[in-house]
């Protein structure tokens, strides 16, 4: 007996392309990858969004900071939703309760900062961060979306700007969301949270050899919008989602 084998090519998964922004923390990146996304049609991924949901997890749980078993279990875990309220705003949702308001705090990223240095934790988030990666393309913002998750990126912009320009930006961003802050403390923070990024031993802040570095302490968001934009247009997977006004 024989049998006859139908021969279907197999279908090819569509090709996303992916835009890395990477940085010290408050240099902008996160609104300048929104806007990008925005303006391209793309998905945004947000990373430390989620190294600050997992240290909110921890402290809700009673789980020290360090307790990196516990902590690679709880990622493995983390009930997060990510969803956009009806005016456009971003929402999480971690085990049921609203947390963007603390998410956004500067002691949940210094949490952050803590328990991302684990490398159990950072393996444990690597496919959650991975899955995003969704047609038609993604915006990806963080400090190793380069030279860690998304290596093979079209477009890697390494965002940078002074410790006091940062401290400055996120002190008007946590006054004008009614939280109260130091300039003085902040700039403290952004110090060390910088120490922290840079010196840890797994995926530390750093550009990837083929990023483009970006300093944007001189440069509105729209500078910096447009500086990503002209090396998207450059790129021949990535110039065809330019919206046609911005076509080279
Ligand atoms: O970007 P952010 O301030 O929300 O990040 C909070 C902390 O999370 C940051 O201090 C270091 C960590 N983080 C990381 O280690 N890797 C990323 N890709 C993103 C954030």
Same mark, same amino acid.
């Given at each position: 007996?024989?049998?006859?084998?139908?021969?279907?090519?197999?279908?090819?998964?569509?090709?996303?392309?992916?835009?890395?922004?990477?940085?010290?923390?408050?240099?902008?990146?996160?609104?300048?990858?929104?806007?990008?996304?925005?303006?391209?049609?793309?998905?945004?991924?947000?990373?430390?969004?989620?190294?600050?949901?997992?240290?909110?997890?921890?402290?809700?749980?009673?789980?020290?900071?360090?307790?990196?078993?516990?902590?690679?279990?709880?990622?493995?875990?983390?009930?997060?939703?990510?969803?956009?309220?009806?005016?456009?705003?971003?929402?999480?949702?971690?085990?049921?309760?609203?947390?963007?308001?603390?998410?956004?705090?500067?002691?949940?990223?210094?949490?952050?900062?803590?328990?991302?240095?684990?490398?159990?934790?950072?393996?444990?988030?690597?496919?959650?961060?991975?899955?995003?990666?969704?047609?038609?393309?993604?915006?990806?913002?963080?400090?190793?979306?380069?030279?860690?998750?998304?290596?093979?990126?079209?477009?890697?912009?390494?965002?940078?700007?002074?410790?006091?320009?940062?401290?400055?930006?996120?002190?008007?961003?946590?006054?004008?969301?009614?939280?109260?802050?130091?300039?003085?403390?902040?700039?403290?923070?952004?110090?060390?949270?910088?120490?922290?990024?840079?010196?840890?031993?797994?995926?530390?802040?750093?550009?990837?050899?083929?990023?483009?570095?970006? /300093?944007?302490?001189?440069?509105?968001?729209?500078?910096?919008?447009?500086?990503?934009?002209?090396?998207?247009?450059?790129?021949?997977?990535?110039?065809?989602?330019?919206? /046609?006004?911005?076509?080279?």
């Amino acid at each position: 007996m024989s049998f006859e084998v139908e021969n279907k090519p197999a279908k090819k998964a569509p090709y996303v392309p992916v835009i890395t922004l990477d940085g010290p923390t408050a240099s902008g990146k996160g609104t300048v990858a929104s806007r990008v996304a925005r303006i391209l049609g793309f998905h945004v991924l947000d990373s430390g969004l989620l190294y600050r949901v997992l240290a909110l997890a921890a402290q809700h749980h009673g789980v020290a900071l360090t307790d990196e078993q516990s902590l690679e279990v709880l990622a493995g875990h983390l009930d997060v939703q990510f969803l956009v309220d009806s005016r456009g705003e971003s929402q999480v949702v971690l085990e049921g309760e609203d947390v963007s308001r603390v998410l956004r705090e500067e002691k949940t990223g210094m949490a952050a900062s803590q328990v991302a240095v684990l490398p159990q934790v950072r393996t444990a988030l690597l496919n959650r961060q991975i899955a995003f990666r969704e047609t038609p393309g993604l915006v990806a913002d963080g400090r190793d979306m380069g030279t860690v998750v998304f290596p093979d990126a079209e477009v890697k912009v390494f965002i940078t700007a002074s410790a006091e320009a940062r401290a400055g930006r996120r002190h008007r961003q946590l006054i004008e969301s009614g939280n109260h802050a130091s300039l003085a403390d902040l700039i403290e923070d952004i110090r060390q949270r910088d120490v922290r990024d840079i010196q840890r031993a797994v995926a530390p802040l750093r550009p990837a050899a083929d990023a483009v570095e970006l /300093d944007n302490t001189l440069m509105t968001v729209q500078e910096a919008v447009d500086a990503v934009l002209a090396l998207v247009a450059r790129n021949e997977r990535l110039v065809r989602f330019l919206p /046609d006004q911005l076509h080279p």
